[in-house]
């Protein structure tokens, strides 16, 4: 993961908005996703960007791409206990193995 | 669908055994993965394969074999476990062909927690 870089830890109150942010190295990725994993669980996918993006929202999600920065930060509107989660960003790079490479993980604690 | 399985959920070696770890897929993937988590790091690739009777190093291989004698099966082994091994353990699938935007989206299993003594 040290190519891809997150803070580790965010504390937000049930309602508020959330915002997870990223940083990584590689200007030649392709996609950049946004993964979650739940207490005991796989990683599931949250949502992507394509690189020629500088935003997608979906429904409660947005991500902002600053492609210049290399930033992607992820926004999570209202946020819900049942969001409270590991998200994990990763970047694709075209390669033939077509692997992710993964930030160390945000976890987000929402208080009721 | 049952999607990615892995097999077993937890397991406790001592220093020195060995053991294979199994991962499943029933959504016909070319690609698989095994990829280790560990506190504070994100996953870091072990080991991958691009198609049946085919594997790779990833960027921490070293102490891990993996096979695939069948499309649908991934394992990875452990000749010698070390305490540095004790981990998270995630296998992942993907497709092989380009449907963009989702070509890299990868399917995960629910991990295999290892602790070697």
């Known amino acids: 993961g040290e190519d891809v870089e997150q803070s580790l830890f965010l504390s937000v109150r049930e309602g508020d908005s959330s915002v997870i942010n990223c940083t990584y190295t590689?200007?030649?990725?392709?996609?950049l996703y946004w993964y979650k994993q739940e207490p005991g669980a796989g990683l599931q996918l949250l949502t992507y960007i394509f690189s020629n993006m500088d935003m997608k929202q979906d429904q409660r999600l947005t991500v902002l791409l600053n492609k210049k920065d290399k930033h992607l930060s992820l926004r999570i509107a209202d946020t819900q206990t049942g969001d409270s989660a590991i998200y994990f960003c990763a970047e694709s790079r075209d390669t033939g193995r077509r692997a992710l490479t993964f930030g160390s993980g945000t976890r987000l604690q929402v208080q009721p | 669908n049952a999607g990615v399985t892995q097999t077993p959920k937890f397991r406790v070696l001592k220093t020195g055994q060995s053991m294979t770890l199994l991962c499943a897929q029933d959504m016909n993937h070319e690609y698989m993965y095994w990829y280790r988590q560990d506190p504070g790091m994100g996953l870091r690739l072990i080991h991958y394969?691009?198609?049946?009777?085919?594997?790779a190093k990833g960027e921490v291989p070293d102490g891990y074999n993996v096979s695939r004698l069948k499309k649908q099966n991934f394992l990875l082994g452990l000749e010698s476990a070390a305490p540095s091994q004790t981990s998270v353990y995630f296998c992942a699938s993907s497709h092989s062909l380009d449907r963009a935007p989702r070509t890299y989206e990868q399917y995960f299993g629910p991990g295999t927690r290892l602790t070697v003594t």
């Open positions: 590689d200007s030649s990725s392709t996609y």
């Open positions: 394969s691009v198609g049946e009777g085919t594997t």
